[in-house]
Structures are given as structure tokens and as C-alpha cells.
């Protein structure tokens, strides 16, 4: 079955530096891929979708300078929260597809915690 | 039985009981829907999908139905065991050109012995 991977798992951080996310398709090429953040007991809350070499698409209310995100190739995006803050403290989800195929396979999720 | 945490609702159930969790969906434009399983600290596992013009399918002990008169979807977990516990969501597919997911609230399972 298709296996995407993300690194960290979990990550603590200052306040004030960044923090770089990896999402990877290890057996699939990943055409598009999204990133997710779910709060404590919420749902997963879409913040971008990107696909391969072009730009990413934000949700309304998400900054793109603050999370910046990179497709650089088929099987790795990132995503890089910068001047994090106790607030972007979450969990990071991404989730990859490829081609004509319908369905997400989402990561393993990534901890961020922000001192 | 259930009940509504501050974010969560909760359903509690005892091991081999049917479990229904229910969902409901926002677009009435929707033409894709599915549930996935998340335990604790992992991501999302899919369980089963159901496009619109289905209004019932059945995997390994799960069922999703599906009614789109009131925007409604629910999954029948048969015999649910302990491993079954989890928080179940719904999502649902708008934008079919990127496969673009809304998800549900979600529901936690929890299954006694």
C-alpha cells in the first residue's frame, strides 16, 4: 500500500526560531500534497494544498510567510513554520496523492510544541 | 451511550455490540465520502469510502450509509472490539479536481471489555 512518512515525529522548539516539517511519499509519486493541523480533541483543519513545482494554495486565515511550504519534487514536500510561537503548538498531518487516484494516504503526524 | 465532550463527542459501547457513529455533512454538491479511524497520536487511517450514487457499502465488519436527502452519513462498526476505540471522522470531497477533504468534528469510540 501506498506509505507516506513525515520527520520529526514530534519536535520542540523556542519560541522565535523555525521549524522544518518533511512529508514524504516513499512508494508513489505524489502529484499533490496537503498539509494539516489538528488541535487537542478537534478536527484536521486543511491549511494548503501544493502541488509538484508550482506555488501553494492557502486556506483562508492561513499565512503563507509564516508557513511557508515547499514541493520540490514528487515524493518531499515541507512545510517550515517560521517565528514559531506557543500558539502554532499542534499537530502537523500531511497527506499525499498521486495522479487520478481519489484517495489521500495521510503521515504519521508531526508534534510541534513551541516553549 | 453517547455524549458531547467540550470538543469531542463520545460514544461508549461494550466489546462485541454494533457501533453507529454518525456524521453530518455540509455540501450538498459533495460526491465523494469517507471515514477514517485516528488513534491517538497517529494520523488517519482509512476505512472505507462511498461515492454518491451509492447509498450503502460494506467492508469487514464496517458499513457506511449514506443519505443525501438530509446530508447524512453513518458507519456500523459490527462487534466492535477494544482495538476499534479511537476518534472516527467523516470527511467529504468538494472539490473533486484536487481531491480536496472537509473533515467532520469527529466522534470518539470507546470500547470497555
Known amino acids: 500500500g501506498a506509505v507516506v512518512s513525515q520527520h520529526p515525529s ?6 522565535g526560531t523555525s521549524v522544518k516539517i518533511e ?17 487537542p480533541k478537534q478536527s484536521l483543519m486543511l491549511m494548503a494544498t501544493s502541488n509538484e513545482g508550482s506555488k501553494a494554495t492557502y486556506e483562508q486565515g ?13 515524493t518531499l514536500s515541507t512545510l517550515t513554520v517560521t517565528s514559531a510561537h506557543p500558539e502554532d503548538s499542534s499537530f502537523y498531518i500531511c497527506s499525499a496523492k498521486g495522479g ?3 484517495e489521500q494516504f495521510f503521515g504519521p503526524g508531526t508534534r510541534l510544541t513551541v516553549l | 451511550g453517547e455524549s458531547v465532550g467540550l470538543h469531542l463527542p463520545t460514544l461508549s459501547v ?25 488513534e491517538s497520536g497517529k494520523g488517519p487511517q482509512f476505512i472505507i469510502d462511498i461515492r454518491s450514487n ?10 457506511v450509509l449514506l443519505n443525501k436527502t438530509v446530508k447524512h452519513l453513518s458507519l456500523q462498526i459490527a462487534a466492535t472490539q477494544p482495538g476499534d476505540s479511537a476518534v472516527y471522522f467523516c470527511a467529504e470531497n468538494i472539490d473533486s479536481g484536487y481531491s480536496t477533504l472537509t473533515f467532520g468534528k469527529g466522534t470518539m469510540l470507546l470500547v470497555s471489555p
Open chain 1, 10 to 15: 514530534w519536535v520542540i522548539c523556542k519560541s
Open chain 1, 62 to 74: 492561513v499565512e503563507k510567510d509564516k508557513f511557508l511550504i515547499n514541493h520540490a519534487s514528487l
Open chain 2, 54 to 63: 451509492m447509498d450503502k457499502r460494506q467492508g469487514q465488519r464496517v458499513t
Open chain 1, 100 to 102: 487520478l487516484v481519489h
Open chain 2, 14 to 38: 461494550q466489546e462485541g455490540d454494533n457501533s453507529i457513529i454518525n456524521c453530518a455533512y455540509s455540501n450538498s454538491a459533495s460526491d465523494y465520502f469517507i471515514w477514517y479511524k485516528q
Open chain 1, 23 to 39: 512529508c514524504r511519499s516513499l512508494d508513489f509519486q505524489a502529484t499533490t500534497m496537503f498539509w494539516y493541523r489538528q488541535f
